[in-house]
């Protein structure tokens, strides 16, 4: 089974841990509501995960232009 972690706003593999079984207090996904956990985690047919989270130059990006927040997306 695997982890995979992708960009919510470009699309961009971050990473991947292979991993035996997934613990979600150890990913801290135990920290998301809900509604984050529906929006941002998804699972595949053979038990991998799927993870949306923010690559380093959208974060950055972001940072630079507060106002970016306010949009779905930001990257066409």
Do not use: W
Not at 36 to 43: A, D, G, L, V
Not at 51 to 63: A, F, G, N, P, Q
């Amino acid at each position: 089974m695997a982890v995979y972690y992708s960009c919510k706003h470009c699309g961009v593999h971050i990473g991947k841990l292979d991993v035996a079984s997934v613990d979600s207090t150890n990913l801290g996904f135990d920290h998301l509501s809900d509604q984050e956990r529906e929006e941002y985690i998804s699972y595949g047919d053979h038990g991998d995960v799927y993870v949306k989270s923010i690559c380093e130059d959208c974060y950055e990006m972001l940072r630079r232009n507060p106002d970016l927040h306010a949009l779905d997306t930001f990257i066409q």
